[in-house]
C-alpha cells in the first residue's frame, strides 16, 4: 500500500524556519515526482515545489523561490522542503503528493497527483 506521511510543520516566527519531511512508504519514492503543496484557510490548493523521478530536477513556485529548497533522500526513501525566510502569507497545510500515472516530471498542478499525504500544518507568526 502507498503511503505518504508528513512531519515537521509546526508555529514559526516571520523569518524563521522549518524543515518538512514526507516519507514514503509502499514504493520506491525516488522513480516518481513528488510534489509539495500548500492550502491557507480560504484559498484553493497550489503548487510549492515537486521533484522529478527522473533526474531528480527541481521546480519551484514563484512566492518560494530563493526561500524553499527541495531535496531527496532515497536511503530514507523520504523527500524535504526546507524553508527558510518565512512570511505570514506561507501558512497553510503542507502536503506532499506522489504522482505515479503518466510522466516522471515535475508539474505543479495537483490534479496530476494521485497519492497524498495527511498534511502537516505550518503557521508562521510572531
Known amino acids: 500500500q502507498l503511503q505518504l506521511v508528513e512531519s515537521g510543520g509546526g508555529l514559526v516566527q516571520p523569518g524563521g524556519s522549518l524543515r518538512l519531511s514526507c516519507a514514503a512508504s509502499g514504493f520506491t519514492l525516488d522513480y516518481y515526482a513528488i510534489g509539495w503543496f500548500r492550502q491557507a484557510p480560504g484559498k484553493e490548493r497550489e503548487g510549492v515545489s515537486c521533484i522529478s523521478g527522473s533526474g531528480g530536477s527541481t521546480t519551484y513556485a514563484d512566492p518560494v523561490k530563493g526561500r524553499f529548497t527541495l531535496s531527496r533522500d532515497n536511503a530514507k526513501n523520504t523527500v524535504y522542503l526546507q524553508m527558510n525566510s518565512l512570511k505570514p502569507e506561507d501558512t497553510a497545510i503542507y502536503y506532499c503528493?506522489?504522482?505515479?500515472?503518466?510522466?516522471?516530471?515535475?508539474?505543479?498542478?495537483?490534479?496530476?497527483?494521485?497519492?497524498w499525504g495527511q498534511g502537516t500544518q505550518v503557521t508562521v507568526s510572531s
Open positions: 503528493a506522489a504522482r505515479t500515472k503518466g510522466f516522471r516530471s515535475c508539474v505543479l498542478s495537483h490534479d496530476e497527483y494521485d497519492y
